[in-house]
Nanobody, 125 residues
Framework: QVQLVESGGGLVQAGGSLRLSCAAS????????MAWFRRAPGKEREFVAA???????YYADSVKGRFTVSRDNAKSLVYLQMSSLKPEDTAAYYC???????????????????WGQGTQVTVSS
């Protein structure tokens, strides 16, 4: 059974930093593309960042230059380092995974098989 468990969320002031972690189990981690999505209050879930099994990374324009996605295949962990946080980054952040053979738009949530429960990030102004 695949499980994704996020941690690291919290309350931070604008301009601050947070690092989210996602621990994966029940899958061959190195062969999965890992991604982060977020859902702000009253909005649809949106793509944030992804790191493919091959190592390639992708970012939403809104976070490019501020967020960094990385992974530790030996520990089955994926991270989202968030810097220069803005109030509009306030959202529940979700870790998600899909096998490497899935060839679907990276930014669309329907292309992912497994999801964590989410961790809340609140950025105060």
């Amino acid at each position: 059974q695949v499980q994704l468990v996020e941690s690291g969320g919290g309350l931070v002031q604008a301009g601050g930093s947070l690092r989210l972690s996602c621990a994966a189990s029940g899958l061959t981690f190195s062969t999965y593309t890992m991604a982060w999505f977020r859902r702000a209050p009253g909005k649809e879930r949106e793509f944030v960042a992804a790191k493919r099994w091959s190592g390639n990374t992708y970012y939403a324009d809104s976070v490019k230059g501020r967020f960094t996605v990385s992974r530790d295949n030996a520990k089955s962990l994926v991270y989202l380092q968030m810097s220069s946080l803005k109030p509009e980054d306030t959202a529940a952040y979700y870790c998600t995974a899909r096998p490497r053979y899935v060839n679907y738009d990276m930014t669309v949530e329907q292309g992912y098989n497994y999801w964590g429960q989410g961790t809340q990030v609140t950025v105060s102004s």
